[in-house]
């Protein structure tokens, strides 16, 4: 085809797609026949690349998913998945579950978003998105005051024969929303794939030999005996969100498991059910691995690598203790729910080391994974703490055997309620659970510690001495969190030390028991019980200092919220036991986590010399002089409390350019936002305390939000850190903005977007995915 042709075809499609009414006749889109056919990989590269950034997960706006082609197909809908306060839980609407087909779709409440068989092709509501963006595109390197960015911003998620209301009310509201156009030849290869019927890509084949593990993997999960079906049902409420991958191939193809009607050989049928530990409705079902064909995105991949050696290791863990189960547990909503009833004939050592070996993942999963979205569920925690875990020898449910059995009933959680209507008992009828829970214990370490000693250095993981998830870091981001091996950044405020109750509850509470369409006294109850699980948490660091000074440490961190904290504890309680920790400085919690870190290199991995340079210079081994120039420019930001750090969003990235370098260099700027407490679950703004904001400069890239980036040259990487450094409001930051900054507007914006992409898969080619910008800011 002519490049005149081609262009006049692109044309006459892009004028009928925006409903364009002039004076003169529209001309005529070409017939479609003529139009040369596409390869759809090449259309689902530019798919991913500019819209999955933004349409995938549960927060897609519009729940329009185009991570797989199956997205496309069922289209968008006016219900959010994201709605505290309904009052009723929302159906399921999950890809690959909840419907099979096109039909099911539009029975949930799904409208269509490609060309539908009775009509033209440009009457498709994805082309007329893209035309209306082409037609308004946003002024290069502008702010966009008429465009909302709010990720909480009402949807209208107009229909086909709703369309043309929405563009003459929004027309700045085209695809791709609020960012710079896309180049001609993307919105071509997009435009004609639509106008062909969005033909789907190929399936994804699993090699030969992936195939046959995944056979042995699927026998070993289908085992015949009671012990292997409940190992199997303890692994899949613990894998439901993994993205397995095999040690042999460790960049893919990964895969899920899923409860299935049909046994191994046979094609999969999904049971679907709203939390894993539901009853699957059929007698027999199988447990199974299905291939992930979908666009791996960073937020919600999570890694869990198998393989022979991860078979041995469970098979060692479950199998090698001699224990009986005459009978399997039921699928009764409020025993599943307690994982401490329905895997109570395990072996506790067994589960707790389970949750060790991969103590990363687990933590992951409970900041990250399909939820997307959870301001309420994150303002739980401190904007960064650090996490290490009690040793097995030292944990009571291990060390004990009628710890768990006389603590089980207490251990319950709010997953048990389901979706029941609101009641206000259901936010409080934990609190007395675990106040008797709390009380349990504490008789307990008075029974094996009757001269309150107190837990020695060596009660708190260390790894055993080569294991790097014995040591985490958390950061949150306001709405959405990470978690990284070692600890990062300067000392915090507060460190949590989990047992394996307090693990395994939190993975229930947040995880497994969580339903991000439940109602709202479902979300409030998690919420609360987390409460009780952070203080738990806390409480064991406590443990560790001097008893004198537990309680002025506790205030410290929870300074506004004493009427709160009355609710849930009698803070005397806890604080009878001395420490066997030695102490040199009046700073105990630093010196403590100090220790900790100590005492494995292996476990604590690399010294953070961009957050911690107690002996300046604090060069890095085996960086290069360009390498150490950036660092030595971007430490000064490191551990500052100064105005500048409050009028930054939650997490930047700086690419650093130019030089003798052959890679640019990429640090994330960290926002560790200040609160009085993190007791209460609204009103955040109201604890916030922006005076004692810091920062905390990671090399390379961390988190799967970017809110901003900047684009800096190596010669100017100091002069840089000077300026922004130096800035007291918003109008100095704007000022850094328009020298550094790439604004979603900038003509740059898609081509830096890329780059960070590409970044983090050599960074980290395993736990790679696409980044998302739907929360990238305006500056």
């Known amino acids: 085809m002519s490049k005149t042709l081609r262009a006049f075809w692109f044309c006459s499609i892009l004028l009928a797609m925006a409903g364009c009414r002039g004076a003169a006749q529209e001309p005529e889109p070409l017939p479609l026949d003529s139009v040369a056919p596409l390869r759809p990989a090449a259309a689902r590269a530019v798919l991913e690349s500019r819209c999955v950034v933004c349409h995938g997960c549960y927060d897609a706006p519009c729940q329009l998913n185009l991570s797989s082609h199956e997205g496309l197909l069922r289209g968008a809908s006016k219900q959010p998945v994201y709605q505290s306060s309904r009052l009723l839980e929302a159906p399921l609407t999950r890809l690959s579950h909840d419907a099979t087909t096109e039909?099911?779709?539009?029975?949930?409440?799904?409208?269509?978003?490609?060309?539908?068989?009775?009509?033209?092709?440009?009457?498709?509501?994805?082309?007329?998105?893209?035309?209306?963006?082409?037609?308004?595109?946003?002024?290069?390197?502008?702010?966009?005051?008429?465009?909302?960015?709010?990720?909480?911003?009402?949807?209208?998620?107009?229909?086909?024969?709703?369309?043309?209301?929405?563009?003459?009310?929004?027309?700045?509201?085209?695809?791709?929303?609020?960012?710079?156009?896309l180049a001609p030849d993307e919105?071509?290869?997009?435009?004609?794939?639509?106008?062909?019927?969005?033909?789907?890509?190929?399936?994804?084949?699993?090699?030969?030999?992936?195939?046959?593990?995944?056979?042995?993997?699927?026998?070993?999960?289908?085992?015949?005996?009671?012990?292997?079906?409940?190992?199997?049902?303890?692994?899949?409420?613990?894998?439901?969100?993994?993205?397995?991958?095999?040690?042999?191939?460790?960049?893919?193809?990964?895969?899920?498991?899923?409860?299935?009607?049909?046994?191994?050989?046979?094609?999969?049928?999904?049971?679907?059910?709203?939390?894993p530990f539901d009853a699957p409705g059929v007698a027999n079902f199988w447990y199974r691995l299905r291939p992930i064909d979908a666009t791996i995105l960073h937020k919600t991949h999570i890694v869990y690598p198998i393989g022979p050696e991860r078979m041995a290791r469970l098979k060692e863990l479950f199998f090698a203790p001699d224990w009986e189960l005459a009978e399997l547990p039921d699928y009764d909503p409020v025993t599943s729910a307690n994982p401490f009833t329905t895997f109570a004939a395990i072996p506790s050592r067994a589960r707790y080391q389970y949750l060790l070996d991969d103590a990363r993942y687990f933590v992951m999963t409970f900041i990250r994974g399909p939820v997307c979205r959870g301001q309420v569920a994150?303002?739980?925690?401190?904007?960064?703490?650090?996490?290490?875990?009690?040793?097995?020898?030292?944990?009571?449910?291990?060390?004990?055997?009628?710890?768990?059995?006389?603590?089980?009933?207490?251990?319950?959680?709010?997953?048990?309620?389901?979706?029941?209507?609101?009641?206000l008992d259901i936010l409080t009828r934990y609190d007395e659970k675990q106040e008797r829970y709390l009380e349990l214990?504490?008789?307990?370490?008075?029974?094996?510690?009757?001269?309150k000693d107190g837990p020695p250095l060596e009660a708190i993981w260390d790894g055993d001495g080569h294991d790097r998830d014995?040591?985490?870091?958390?950061?949150?981001?306001?709405?959405?969190?990470?978690?990284?091996?070692?600890?990062?950044?300067?000392?915090?405020?507060?460190?949590?030390?989990?047992?394996?109750?307090?693990?395994?509850?939190?993975?229930?509470?947040?995880?497994?028991?969580?339903?991000?369409?439940?109602?709202?006294?479902?979300q409030v109850a998690t919420r609360l019980y987390m409460d009780h699980l952070r203080m738990q948490a806390e409480d064991l660091f406590l443990l560790f200092v001097p008893r004198e000074q537990r309680d002025a440490i506790f205030r410290s961190w929870y300074r506004g919220a004493e009427d709160q904290l009355d609710v849930y504890l009698d803070r005397e309680r806890f604080t009878p036991h001395g420490t066997q920790v030695r102490f040199e400085t009046d700073d105990v919690v630093a010196e403590l986590l100090a220790q900790v870190e100590a005492r494995s290199r292996e476990v604590a991995g690399p010294p953070d010399l961009l957050n911690r340079c107690d002996q300046p210079p604090c060069q890095r081994s085996g960086a290069s002089n360009l390498e150490r120039t950036a660092d030595a420019a971007l430490r000064r930001l490191a551990g500052v409390r100064a105005p500048f750090v409050a009028t930054l969003p939650e997490l930047v990235w700086v690419r650093v350019v130019g030089g003798d370098m052959e890679e640019p260099l990429q640090y994330s700027l960290v926002?560790?936002?200040?609160?009085?407490?993190?007791?209460?679950?609204?009103?955040?703004?109201?604890?916030?305390?922006?005076?004692?904001?810091?920062?905390?400069?990671?090399?390379?890239?961390?988190?799967s939000y970017p809110n901003f980036a900047f684009d800096v040259p190596l010669n100017e990487v100091l002069r840089f850190a000077e300026v922004l450094g130096a800035v007291e409001d918003a109008e100095g930051l704007t000022r850094v903005v328009e020298r550094w900054g790439v604004r979603r507007s900038s003509p740059g914006f898609w081509s830096l977007m890329d780059w960070f992409d590409d970044a983090l898969a050599r960074q980290n080619p395993v736990e790679a995915g696409l980044i998302d910008i739907g929360r990238y800011k305006d500056l």
């Open 671 to 703: 926002h560790d936002a200040a609160h009085d407490n993190v007791a209460f679950l609204f009103f955040e703004a109201n604890r916030r305390v922006p005076a004692n904001d810091t920062l905390t400069v990671v090399r390379g890239a961390l988190g």
């Open 187 to 275: 919105l071509e290869t997009l435009s004609r794939w639509i106008a062909q019927g969005a033909p789907d890509w190929e399936d994804m084949e699993v090699p030969a030999a992936l195939a046959r593990q995944v056979e042995d993997w699927e026998a070993f999960l289908n085992g015949p005996s009671n012990r292997e079906r409940l190992v199997a049902r303890y692994l899949y409420e613990h894998w439901f969100l993994a993205h397995l991958t095999f040690t042999s191939a460790p960049q893919g193809p990964y895969f899920e498991v899923v409860r299935s009607a049909t046994p191994p050989g046979e094609p999969i049928r999904v049971l679907p059910t709203r939390r």
């Open 441 to 451: 214990r504490e008789r307990v370490y008075d029974e094996i510690d009757p001269e």
């Open 378 to 423: 994150v303002n739980v925690i401190r904007d960064r703490f650090w996490v290490t875990f009690v040793d097995p020898d030292y944990d009571l449910s291990v060390t004990d055997p009628g710890f768990l059995d006389e603590a089980r009933g207490l251990l319950r959680m709010p997953a048990e309620a389901g979706g029941q209507r609101p009641r």
């Open 470 to 522: 014995a040591l985490l870091t958390v950061f949150r981001h306001f709405d959405n969190a990470t978690v990284v091996h070692g600890f990062h950044g300067a000392p915090p405020q507060t460190a949590w030390v989990l047992d394996y109750p307090i693990f395994e509850r939190i993975y229930y509470d947040l995880v497994a028991g969580f339903d991000v369409f439940g109602n709202v006294t479902h």
């Open 103 to 181: 039909a099911g779709w539009r029975e949930l409440g799904f409208h269509p978003v490609l060309p539908l068989a009775e009509g033209s092709p440009s009457d498709s509501l994805m082309l007329r998105m893209l035309a209306l963006g082409r037609a308004a595109p946003p002024a290069p390197n502008a702010r966009m005051p008429d465009v909302d960015l709010d990720i909480n911003r009402a949807l209208s998620c107009p229909a086909d024969d709703e369309f043309a209301r929405y563009a003459a009310d929004r027309p700045m509201g085209g695809m791709p929303y609020g960012t710079a156009p």
